[in-house]
């Protein structure tokens, strides 16, 4: 039986809605390839609202906020939620780390040759990527362990 759990999967949501909110507000269009395609900012319009963590944000709330959608739709179990923090911890830094790879994306369309060709490797990114990753593993623990405290108290009233 799949296991949803609403309230873990909507912090996600929310975190990766903030995490949205650097690409927004304090990039250029030209450096969002989604943005740029759809032609959407406000990066001209309005000040740069998260200031020198804007860099670092993204790589800890992609991690984070995956890690608890991804979460979201398993039944909890301590080693359950330690392999999809790590799997998500494994997917970002593969992409933090391609960014090292350096060659002409110019003629290629490709995500993945934009992303590279863009993309700028940084340790911060990576340090970010692992607090991101234990965050969300802890948040995890904290919610279940609150709802098995909820569960009880539900079950010891009737």
Not at 23 to 36: A, E, G, S, V
Not at 91 to 116: A, G, H, K, P
């Amino acid at each position: 039986m799949m296991t949803i759990n609403n309230k873990i999967i909507f912090i996600g949501i929310g975190a990766l809605l903030i995490t949205s909110l650097v690409y927004l507000i304090d990039r250029p269009i030209n450096h969002t390839y989604i943005l740029k395609e759809l032609n959407i900012s406000f990066h001209k319009f309005l000040p740069n609202i998260f200031g020198e963590f804007s860099d670092i944000i993204p790589s800890f709330g992609h991690v984070f906020s995956f890690s608890l959608i991804t979460a979201g739709f398993i039944e909890y179990e301590k080693t359950k939620y330690l392999i999809v923090c790590t799997s998500w911890f494994f997917i970002d830094c593969f992409f933090e780390i391609i960014q090292l790879l350096s060659y002409n994306t110019s003629t290629s369309d490709s995500i993945i040759d934009i992303y590279v060709g863009n993309g700028t490797f940084d340790i911060l990114d990576l340090l970010s990527i692992t607090i991101g990753s234990i965050s969300a593993y802890f948040v995890l623990r904290l919610l279940n362990s609150e709802q098995k405290n909820f569960d009880i108290q539900a079950d010891n009233q009737n």
